[in-house]
């Protein structure tokens, strides 16, 4: 079988920190995989060597069995790894449909020039259009980025996200600062995201994240400690020594 991803004897070090230490899984496509540990467990540092925003001391990662570990992070994205982050990172001034636009341009073969703006005709518009319907932002792209709420921030970023068609899609912690209704809506809207995308999520709202994973990985120093699905990794005794000390 070709895994989706699969990460081999991943370490990577700062001074003498170990944030990840000989980490080594795999997902099949398609699969809803969840990441889960304490904080500083080394999970974000994680998605940011499997992105290209890092690079691993050594090890390997390949995404549908194309060896990218050291590639750089526009090589991934064609490759067809997208990510969110923890921290908002779209452009506040520009409109919704600007943010998702850029995010297009990004994996096409066209090329961007400054001077010479994109016309609201262009089909890229129009296809940046339907991706804001399809996290229920219909008729919003006027509006500034950061002029809408952070859950529909959130799901602009998702929205972002999907416009580069990806195959294997990094969700860090989706569901962090929104509130209750804002989490339903966010919720719902990751469950419904179509299984041609792999999906794997770090997420520490363990309800959400049990009832979305079907396999959990837990990280704990760095470390891979616990592996398997929901029943299996809920039940393991270093899973409740990790977050019940006992």
Do not use: W
């Not at 889960?36 to 940011?48: D, E, R, V």
């Not at 962090?176 to 299984?195: F, H, M, T, Y």
């Not at 997420?203 to 079907?214: I, K, N, S, T």
Request: glycine content about 8%.
């Amino acid at each position: 079988m070709t895994f989706a991803l699969e990460i081999k004897n991943l370490c990577k070090s700062f001074g003498g920190i170990k944030v990840t230490q000989d980490v080594s899984f795999s997902v099949k496509p398609g699969e809803r995989r969840l990441i889960i540990g304490p904080n500083g467990a080394g999970k974000t540092t994680l998605f940011n060597q499997i992105s290209g925003e890092l690079k691993p001391d050594s090890g390997s990662i390949k995404v549908f069995g194309e060896d990218l570990t050291f590639q750089p992070v526009h090589r991934r994205a064609h490759a067809g790894v997208s990510r969110t982050y923890q921290i908002i990172t779209l452009f506040p001034k520009d409109t919704l449909l600007h943010n998702v636009v850029l995010s297009l341009l990004g994996v096409s073969n066209r090329r961007f020039q400054a001077f010479s703006p994109l016309t609201v005709n262009d089909a890229l518009f129009e296809k940046a259009e339907s991706i804001l319907d399809s996290v229920g932002l219909t008729g919003s792209g006027h509006l500034a980025a950061g002029e809408i709420s952070y859950g529909e921030q959130r799901r602009v970023e998702i929205a972002v996200a999907m416009a580069q068609s990806p195959r294997l899609l990094l969700l860090d912690e989706p569901l962090a600062g929104l509130s209750q209704d804002e989490r339903i809506i966010v919720r719902d809207l990751v469950a419904a995201l179509p299984k041609t995308t792999t999906i794997v999520m770090i997420e520490h709202d363990m309800d959400v994240a049990l009832a979305f994973a079907e396999q959990i990985a837990v990280l704990h120093y760095g470390s891979l400690i616990v592996e398997g699905d929901r029943e299996t990794v809920v039940n393991h005794p270093r899973t409740r020594e990790v977050y019940l000390g006992h």
